[in-house]
Structure formats: C-alpha cells, structure tokens
C-alpha cells in the first residue's frame, strides 16, 4: 500500500474514448487532440463503446448521437445505468443542432454537448474541463472514502468492502481473514500526555500497519483507536503471519516526546482457507473477530490471537 | 497528388499538421463520392442520408467548409422529405452539385 492512499494519477494521461461512426472524426480528433495530454481510444458503434467503457472505464467519454447498431441515446442510457460507468462525464457530440436532441441529451446524463462541425479550440477546451471536473470529483470520492487522521480508509468503506469480499470469497472459494486492531490502554495514553499525544498514537499505528500491509490488502480505521484490515487470498495462518509483524513494529516504536512510554497493540484475527467454502455474513465476520481480540485482551494484551472461522485456533508456532 | 489553390481551405497548408488532415480528406473523398453515387442511384436514401450526414459534420473540420455546407443542404432536403423518391430531381441535383464539388477537390484542374 502507498504511503498515502490519495493519488492523483500524475502518472499516467487519463483516456478519453471516442464512440462515432465516422472515421472522419476519428480521424480530425486524433491529429487534434494529439498535443493534450491523453490516451485517446476508439469505438465505431455504440454497443462496441459501452463494452469498451465497462472493460476498462475512461475519464471521458466524446459520444456521437447518430449512429448504427445502437444510438448515442442508447449508448448514454446504459453508461448512465452502469454503476461501473455511471460517473464518467461525457460530452455529446452532434451534427443536429437540435435543442430537443440537447435537453433529451442532458437529461440522461451527458455534461457537455458540441454540435459537429466542431471549432477545435473550443472542443480542446471543453474536454479540459471536463477532465478537470472529473479529476476532483474522483479525488472527492476518494476522500470521503479516507480517515483524515490516520488516512486509512474510514468505517464505510470498510462496510463495503467487507461486504465484497465475503461474498466473493463465497462464491469462488477463496481465502479471506480480517483482523481487528486494538490499541492497548488507549485511555490512559490520552488522560497521561493528553489529547494530541493520543491523536499522534493513532497516526503512528495507522502508519505501522500501512507498513505491513500488502496491495490487496485494506487496511481501516474502524473507530475511535480501533483498526480492521481486510486480507484478501489469505487464509489465517498468513494472517496471523503479518499482523505479527505489526504487533512487533508497534512495541518497538519509539515516541519523540515520550520515548519510556511503549505502545503496544492487542489484535484478533479469524480467517478461513481457500476451498474451504464456509458460509458467513460480514457481521459474523466482524464479530468472531472481535471475540478474538477480546481474548488477546484478556490473555495479557500486545499479543495476536488467531482462528479459523470455524473455531479452530492458530498459534503461532504453527504460522511461524 | 497535387493540392488546389491553398487559398480553398479554411486550414493553413502550409502547416504540416492541418496539410496531414487535408490530405488524408482528400485521399478518402473518392470512396465516400462512390458511396453517394451508388446510394443514390440505388434509391438507398437512409445511406445517402448517412453519408452526407458524415459530410456535413467533419468536412470543415478538414478545412473543406463548402463541402460540409452542399452535404448539409443534401442531409436537410432528405429529413424533410416525406417520400425522397418523390423529390427525386431536387435530389439529383444537389447530389450532382455535391459530387462536383467533391471531384473538383479530387482532381484539380
């Protein structure tokens, strides 16, 4: 995982595909479009534009109204149906300058609309801010998704997550754990050095557990000084593995301002194997996991206790 | 191929950028020629309506404004045409027109 979870995609140029059936425009736009920094990719036909769209989902989307085998209406309609595609603003290209062809056009969902023939500047300019646009939309979105303080992913993206994963490890038989963090005698790290202390713990721990935590994995924060990550394809001997790994990075942290005070973290882990098809809601998920962090609590803190879903215990002689 | 009179095109010829766009217009026009003829003369009025609706949209972005204005003329008679084989002489000649106008950019005299 990166060190902080908002990228701006400087990396590479953002795609904007192109869906008309003259080649003619595809043609004009790809000499014209050349010297923006994007990847310009096509589509002769609706149909084939929405696939491509889902395939792999554009910043932008120049759609042709009038076309064969399934019109711009058509096409917008099921962009705009498609949670995977919904977001992505596109702007209407047409040869009509109809005003009832632009209303019916900005009500299913289109930003922007440009009557063919185009003045390419003022075409050049409108897919700039439209890119804009999407641009912080997405960095929005992304936000919304994050913890400020510790910049893990907050309790709702978690929710959701969760919710995939499980199901996903259901249907496919895949490995999935979760591990609960906790971070040991929060309360009296805030009533000993006070508040902003406590707010740097959290932030400390948070990066800890970045740390440690592979691509696939999502790392959260849960509430309050409590974390959860989400191990996708793990089952809970790795688990167990990396959230060791986590507990030992914790306690051997040494605090600028407090360097005799130790943290330590408690985490409880559950998992299941791939193939080993058990059946549980996310709920359960989250409680057996909890149930597990309440042991490591009751055992002595700083220590990870881990089981299968089923039950069974993993000590860490067996993962180690 | 030699290009016509610089002076014909709304983009600059001497730019390679907007030469590259003329030429390639250029060099697909006597297919798309092709294509209004036989529409036409196959009584395939939803082609020939494609066809110059293509025209209409793109010519000038290539710098051929006149022929994106005769297709436009051509687009216009076919929407608002009940029956176009009724209209059929109006037709001929606007596409008789467009098509001299395209060939005049095709071979230059």
Redesign the interface.
Known sequence: MSESLIHSDSGSSPTVLLIDDSQFVHRLLDARLRDESIELRSAADGRRGVELAREDPPALILLDLDMPVMDGFEALRELKDDPRTRDIPVIVLSGLNSSQDKVAAFDLGAVDFVTKPFELTELRARVRSSLRMYALLQMLAQKAQIDGLSELYNRQYFDTSLKGECERSMRHGQALSIAMIDIDHFKSINDTYGHPAGDSVISGVAKMITKQCRSIDTACRYGGEEFAIILPETGPVQAVQLCERIRVACEQLRWSRHPSRTVTVSIGIVGIGAGEGFSATPEAWVEAADRNLYSAKQAGRNRVKGTGIDGNTIDLAQAG | MTLPDPSAFSLDINDP?DA??IQ??IS?LPERVESIVAAFTNDDFDSLK?VA??????????GF?TI?AEAGKLEQQLRSTGDPSEQIETLRSQVESLVSLCNSYINPS
């Open positions: 950028e590259e766009l390639y217009f697909v494609r609706h293509q025209l209409k949209g793109a010519a000038p972005g290539f404004p994106g």
